[in-house]
């Protein structure tokens, strides 16, 4: 697929957009910057809506002095790198019709605008149909240079952005050490790297010549087994893909011979999107606590489809579920050990 344009949403979608439309197939965010995983997070979705197959990390400081994600990817045009990071341009939506039909996950054009507020951005990006790459950079929504200047590069975008927070010293203040902040892009890249698992990512400090991540684009499960470790792959309990009133879902979870003395893992994706869920977390903690220690923890990868969020309900729904999968294990293991 060829590169799309990119064009200024009319107000009235804009609107519409903030205002939430209820049938969104996907679950539409603002794109709230507060610490370096969130650029990660919006510049990942950004490549994955591009097509791409290849994305690498790389990242100095904990991301607090440089995050550059480069895919393989439609890239950007010449034209269209002007105006990137203005808000509320994007090249996924252009009509209030299109609302009913997104399957990408920005399109509210705002990602690279906020992080331009935040920060130094460059764009560097080559389409197919271009014989060379440009680049650009931005600052408060607005390029820098004077237009894109051609470069070498390979299909696809890279995307740098520097000193996060260097204009918001209260948000600067709020950061964990590097280290956390590093942490934590690892484990949002690795989330996405399970879920999206016919994607090759990886990940780096700048300094660094070992990937702490690197997949390979393999299976669901061979991705578990890369990015988790043999433990966790060894203890799931591979829950098939079930509909219900509420939703579709698929889920892994540990057994209950599995436990991380350290915290619950939920991955948990609605409509492809990583979300956080403090009450989806609690139900299966308590549901857990039930069968396994109380110092110990679960991992648990659970994938909802919706496209009208009853939260109770889907929470419930897959809550009981996994229970009942728990149950079933403990029943044959006791069977097992009898016999
Ligand atoms: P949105 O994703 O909501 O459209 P963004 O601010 O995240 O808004 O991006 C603005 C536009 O820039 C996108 O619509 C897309 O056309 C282009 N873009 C951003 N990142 C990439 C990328 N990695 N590859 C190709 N195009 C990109
Ligand atoms: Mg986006």
Redesign the pocket.
């Known amino acids: 697929m060829s590169?799309?344009?990119?064009k200024l949403l009319e107000p009235i979608v804009v609107n519409r957009i903030a205002a939430g439309e209820a049938s969104l197939p996907r679950i539409s965010c603002a794109?709230v910057i507060i610490r370096p995983s969130h650029v990660v997070k919006?510049?990942i979705?950004?490549?994955m809506?591009?097509n791409?197959s290849q994305i690498d990390c790389v990242v100095k400081e904990g991301g607090i002095k440089l995050i550059q994600?480069k895919?393989n990817?439609?890239?950007?045009h010449q034209n269209?790198l002007i105006i990137?990071?203005k808000s509320h341009?994007?090249?996924?939506?252009h009509e209030l019709e299109d609302l009913k039909n997104m399957t990408?996950?920005?399109?509210?054009?705002?990602?690279?605008?906020?992080?331009s507020h935040v920060s130094h951005v460059t764009?560097q990006?080559k389409t197919s149909d271009s014989i060379c790459a440009y680049r650009a950079a931005y600052n408060n929504g607005q390029i820098t240079s004077k237009a894109p200047h051609p470069c070498a590069g390979n299909k696809?975008?890279v995307?740098g952005v520097e000193d996060l927070f260097y204009n918001v010293p209260l948000k600067r203040k709020t950061l964990r050490t590097p280290r956390e902040e590093y942490e934590q892009i690892v484990s949002v890249m690795r989330e996405y790297a399970v879920h999206h698992h016919s994607i090759s990512f990886t990940c780096k400090k700048l300094d660094s010549n070992t990937f702490d991540i690197k997949t390979t684009g393999k299976d669901l499960k061979g991705a578990i087994l890369q990015l988790y470790g043999s433990f966790v792959f060894t203890s799931l309990l591979f829950i098939p893909k079930t509909t219900t009133e509420a939703c579709c879902f698929e889920t892994f979870v540990t057994n209950p011979s599995y436990g991380d003395a350290k915290s619950t893992k939920l991955l948990l994706f609605v409509n492809h999107r990583a979300v956080e869920n403090r009450a989806m977390k609690k139900s299966i903690e308590k549901m857990y606590s039930q069968y396994i220690p109380q110092n110990m923890h679960p991992f648990v990868y659970i994938s909802i489809d919706v496209s009208f969020l009853s939260q109770d309900k889907v929470i419930d729904t897959i809550s009981t579920m996994i229970e009942e999968e728990l149950a079933k294990w403990k029943d044959d293991t006791a069977k097992t050990t009898v016999n």
Do not use: P, Q, W
């Open positions: 590169h799309s344009t990119i794109a919006e510049l979705e950004n490549a809506d591009a791409s994600i895919d990817g439609d890239g950007i269209d990137a990071c341009t994007t090249s996924k939506l990408t996950y920005g399109f509210r054009g705002e990602a690279l605008a906020s992080i764009l990006s696809g975008t995307v």
